[in-house]
Structure formats: C-alpha cells, structure tokens
C-alpha cells in the first residue's frame, strides 16, 4: 500500500510517501532497458520529512545528491539505499557551513540546482546553502542547458560578451551549434538588436549574388559543399573585417546562417538550368538537333527525354541522377543515339568520358568508338559539361578539356591530381 504524504506542485522533485507503513522519499530518475522511466524510493524519518516540507532549499540539495546514485543504478540495477540514507543528516540537518562541505566531496547534480533558480557564482564557489536562498518550485531547464554551454565554451577559452551571445541568440545557436540557425529577433535584448542587424547586414552584402547550388549525387535536396564553403569563408572574413570585436562563435554562426538561407533558396527552386533553359525556350543553337536524349545508370536503368518536353534535357537528367545516385550507383551516361555520341559520368572518380561513333556495327564487324577522358572540377563542372553536351554534343566538350584517349595516361593524370 502506497500513500503520498507531502509532494510539492512540481511533480518532478521528489516526493515523500508512506509504503507499508514506512517513510519514503521517492524520486524519478533514468530509464529502464525498454526506456520508461525508473523509480527510486529510500527511507527517510519524520525529523528528515519536517525539513522537507519546511526548506525547499534542503529538499533540492537532497534531490540533487541523490540523482547520481540514480544514475550509478542504470537501466536495471539497484539504488544503494545505505548510501541513499547517508545522505539525509548531513543534507538535511546538519548546519549550512557543514552541508557545504559535504558537497565538496561528493558528486551531485549541479544543473538540477541551476535549473531551479540557484546563484551560479555562490554554486562555484562551493557555497550551496547560500546559492539556494533564492531557489524556486518552478524549473527553468533552459537556464541550466545555458550554464551548460557558457562552460563548454569556456572549456575550449571562448568567452562571449554581450553582443557575442546576442548573436547566438538572434540565430538560435546559443545552446546548441548543431540546431540549424534561423532568425529569432524576439530572442535578443531590444537594446543590442540594432548593434545584432548591422553584423547580419554586413555579412548579407559580402555574400550578395551568390549562391550555393545543388549536388544531385548526394541526393534531389543535397547542396554543393563547395558553394557552401566558398559561401561561409567570404561572410566570415567580411564579419570579421567590419566586427573584429567578435568572438569566433559568433561569427562562425552568421557564416552558418547565411549558408543555411542560401541552401534552402536552392532547394526549394525547380531543377533547372538557366543557361540551358534560355536555349530551349529560343529552340535554337545545337539543342536544336536534339531529338531524343537517354539517361542511364549504373544499375541499367533508363529514362528519355523529348525535344518537345517542358522541361531542358540537363534539367531531366540532373533529376534523374538526384532519384538514382547512390554509392554503389555513381556512374550516369547521356546518349544521343541519333548523333552516335554520348558521355558518362563518373561520379566516384570525379571524372567524365566522352564517346563518339566511328563506325557502326553491322553483322560482320563491331561497332567502333573514340573514346576520351577528362577530369571533373566537382558539382559544378559536371553541370557545365553536361549543359555543353546536350546543346552542342561532343564537339561542344572541346574547350573542357584537356582530353585524353589513353586510358593509362588518364588514370596517371587522375592520380597526381588525387595525391595534391
């Protein structure tokens, strides 16, 4: 038989029930095997129950002393109730000077403390029973998780001022670097906004006009780590050109912010080409000879595209290769069986083949082909060869190169330029 005998209106600090006609102090703490939470209970006397109900500073500390042993029992062991019980005079009535000592030789939960409303520097300074005076029922989690990151950057020497953490606060990064920024005006002080908007308008002038693209071969919403990169390092030295009070946090996550925009911008454009789509939208130049272009993988599967599609052919294929590419499928051709010519991409390789008809085969001979490689400079070469392909074919490859027949040579080359 269980009855609660005194619980306060937060229902996480632990309660005080009477189980079979004894005193317990029952807390939650952790998780079992199955991830539900586990209970603890341990005994307690009516002198330790007093103190309870009259000091919300003590019940805390006491909470907080305990939550480690939670911790040491796991998913499945057993709290230590004798060091459980340990712990009850010496938290709960023995004098402040005495308590905190106590807590400078054991392990406790600092952020349990901090989250209800304990004095940070009277807690580092050891002093635990004066820190709690200002202790409150009501838990504020995110002022502990803030402790929590002001020390892991202190670990690492980075210390913000205010206009530091202004700014990790307006993009949402201030408890984690890992959240995608965003912008959160309503998160800053009023008065440092302003001093906040300009750092943000410096960095939104040194990356106007660019942009970061996509990177079919990771996937239809994946963006090019090169656009990316190039992106952050111009806001970034813009920022800290314009700011060089600022901490490295803070201009690292405007850098973030911005790429973050830009990579959402691209993601949510259609899969489109302006260079391709201006010229078949006139119909004219070389892509006017294509008829019918075939995309293939690796895994053989293939997909057409039609003169008279609304969409260009680089468009389609760039689609296809986002549906498609994977790790073990990361080589795309496009041929134009009509021209006798096509090119194939190798993505593993960043590399690019490019291969015309000589002769056609017929019953008694094989068909015969010219062959050529070329080296890829990432994403954005492989678009620029592809657009050339499909308005002027293989012809239009040319200026891409240099290109190389032997198929040793190549792979000389494709080395030397992997050792740099």
């Known amino acids: 038989m269980r009855d609660i005998v005194f619980t306060r209106e937060s229902g996480w600090i632990p309660n005080v029930i009477r189980e079979d006609g004894e005193l317990r102090l029952m807390l939650g703490a952790g998780a079992d095997a199955n991830h539900a939470p586990r209970t603890f209970t341990f005994s307690i006397s009516e002198a330790h129950l007093a103190v309870i109900r009259e000091e919300l500073a003590r019940h805390l500390l006491l909470w907080s002393a305990a939550l480690p042993l939670c911790d040491a029992a796991g998913t499945r062991g057993r709290l230590d109730e004798d060091a459980a019980v340990a712990l009850l005079d010496p938290i709960l009535l023995a004098a402040p000077a005495d308590v905190d000592a106590l807590f400078r030789r054991i392990r406790w939960d600092r952020s349990r403390l901090i ?14 029973c004066a820190a709690m005076r200002a202790a409150t029922e009501a838990s504020n989690g995110k002022r502990a998780q803030e402790y929590h990151a002001d020390r892991r950057r202190a670990e690492r020497g980075a210390v913000l001022g205010p206009l530091d953490a202004a700014i990790l606060r307006y ?11 965003r912008r959160m005006p309503d998160a800053v002080d009023p008065a440092l906004l302003p001093d906040v908007i300009r750092v943000v308008a410096t960095a939104e002038q040194a990356c106007a006009g660019m942009r970061i693209g996509r990177d079919p071969r990771r996937g239809n919403r994946a963006t090019d780590r090169r656009d990316w990169d190039r992106m952050e390092t111009t806001v970034e030295a813009a920022v800290r050109r ?33 260079e391709d789509a201006a010229a078949h939208r006139a119909d004219s130049g070389g892509s006017a000879r294509k008829t019918v272009l075939s995309f293939t993988d690796d895994k053989g599967v293939e997909r057409k595209w039609l003169r008279d599609s609304p969409r260009t052919a680089a468009a389609e294929f760039w689609e296809f290769v986002g549906d498609r590419s994977a790790a073990d499928n990361e080589v795309f051709t496009i041929e134009d069986e009509e021209m006798g010519e096509g090119i194939q991409l190798h993505f593993y390789a960043d590399s690019i083949a490019r291969i015309t008809t000589l002769r056609e085969g017929d019953g008694s001979s094989d068909p015969e082909y ?4 070329s080296l890829v400079d990432g994403i954005g070469g492989y678009r620029n060869l592809v657009s050339a392909f499909v308005r002027g074919g293989c012809a239009a490859l040319e200026e891409h190169g240099p290109w190389m027949s032997d198929a040793a040579e190549f792979e000389r080359a494709r080395r030397r330029r992997d050792a740099r």
């Open 115 to 128: 989250a209800h409303g304990a004095d940070i520097g009277l807690l580092e300074r050891g002093q635990v």
């Open 171 to 181: 993009t949402g990064q201030y408890l984690h670097g890992a959240t995608v920024p």
């Open 242 to 274: 314009a700011h060089p009070q600022l901490v490295d946090d803070a201009v690292r996550t405007v850098g973030v912010l911005m790429c973050s925009e830009a990579a959402d911008r691209s993601r949510n454009t259609p899969v489109e080409d302006d």
């Open 370 to 373: 010219r062959v050529e490689y």
